[in-house]
């Protein structure tokens, strides 16, 4: 499991200050541990954060736990892959995705 260095849990209250206040690009995994699609992405999020964690920050949010963010972003479905650079939006990726693919989003950024 990644380390709490490379891994960040957010919450609603902490979401500002940890994403849109970040001096570097940010992915966040939207996610609930009901969700078996979720789950199995887990690991493969834990991976690029161990991997782009000088570059990226690497975030997750429980959407149950977070439903004030989960809306203001218009979460519908999940896992739901938020992509950030400056603090604002730059690309949205729905569903379970291969870490190749996963990679190719988060370059987008950098």
């Known amino acids: 499991m990644a380390n709490e260095e490379t891994l960040l849990h957010l919450s609603d209250g902490t979401f500002e200050d940890e994403i849109l206040k970040c001096d570097k690009p940010a992915l966040v995994d939207c996610w609930a541990p009901w969700c078996g699609p979720c789950v199995t992405l887990g690991p493969i999020v834990e991976e690029l954060a161990k991997e782009y964690g000088d570059r ?54 950098l």
């Open 56 to 109: 990226v920050k690497v975030a997750k949010l429980n959407v149950d736990e977070n439903q004030d963010t989960a809306a203001k972003y218009g979460i519908r479905g999940i896992p739901t892959l938020l992509l950030f650079k400056a603090g604002k939006l730059e690309d949205t990726m729905v569903g379970l995705v291969s870490k190749d693919r996963l990679e190719d989003f988060v370059k987008k950024v």
